[in-house]
């Protein structure tokens, strides 16, 4: 397996200081932004839209994870392609025609992925996992930071590794939600190589070191 990647989540930074927050996650061991844009109605809260997007990317050196937590995402696809996305992940449940709709982000320039909730069977991505870059696995139920990881997605991970080893796949398994130093190895050891984490590196003393570690750990 390739190495494991870290992507910071930029709903975690300090948004009076974002572009300081910005330059860390350039300058550390960290591999993508991972950004999450909730609408209020597919999620219940707000994040932020296109305006912050771009002014990441004006200042961002790696690239920029698109995490759509809204309702009809196929709206807005070209849109967040233009404002900088290079990969851009929507939920299984956000949208009636997935395939359409992963076409779209191919079609518009960036890696397509999808989301699966917290509850959403993996078997539901069989036939349309060979169009899948990633797969993100939401590890808490989506729409707010600073939730407890949940347990059972160890196995749900395990459980996508097998069908992408058994369809001779190397698509990438993210996990966004409560990912620590205490649990991204056996996220590691279950199949995941993308491993998203906001309050655990934002929130500490050394966000620098925080992801170093992280990474460290996640590549042992």
Known sequence: MSKVLIAPSMLAADFG???????????SEADWFHIDVMDGHFVPNISYGMPVIQAIKKHATKPLDVHLMIEKPERYIEEFARVGADIITVHHESTVHLHRTLTQIEDAGCKAGVVLNLTTPVSVLED?????????????NPGFGGQTFEDMTYNRVKKLRKMA???????RIEIDGGVTDKNAKALVDAGADVLVAGSYIFKSENQTETTKYLKSIANS
């Open 165 to 171: 080893n058994d369809q001779g796949l190397n698509t």
């Open 17 to 27: 200081n974002l572009q300081r927050d910005i330059e860390m996650v350039n300058n």
């Open 128 to 140: 349309i996992l060979p169009k899948c870059y990633m797969v993100l696995l939401m590890s808490i």
